[in-house]
């Protein structure tokens, strides 16, 4: 399975724009910042890896933050729409369990932003801003209906 899941690079017929999030391919260390339920803010260090699937036109990632979830990482599936150019989004961490499904674009500044809903129906952004190639910042707000956005977890991200 993982042998057919796996690709070797970008899709040759999409490659510039699957450089959006496939420039993210590699592993990276974290500093995650995370508020709980009971609204206290944690920290913890960790690892987050992206790779190529299904036929290059899939970048995927894993999480992995022990501190926080055990030894349960999440997966998130970012997948180029090239009929409308846009990324179709899907979160799943089933150990908590959460799933978020979003629609992810060019932010405009060098980054990624994106939209869409967590597993209880509030409205969900999550963006990456300062990115270099050997860094980031991941920021995830949340939101109800008509409400204003909150920042409940980031993360700075170093390039192994």
Known sequence: ???LLSADGP???HAEAMMLYGRLVGTWNISNRYRFGDGQWRSAAGEWRFGWAL???VVQDVLFCPEFHDRYPGTTVRM???TTGLWQITWISPKLPS???QVGRSDGAGGMIQE???SEGRRSRWTFTDVTPTSFRWQ???AAPDGEFELFQ????TRQ
């Not at 980031?154 to 991200?157: D, G, K, N, Q």
């Open 1 to 3: 399975m993982l042998e």
């Open 11 to 13: 899709d040759p017929d």
């Open 55 to 57: 036929g290059g036109r």
């Open 80 to 82: 180029y729409d090239v």
């Open 99 to 101: 799933y978020f499904s």
């Open 116 to 118: 869409g809903t967590d």
């Open 140 to 142: 995830g707000f949340s």
């Open 154 to 157: 980031e993360m700075y991200a």
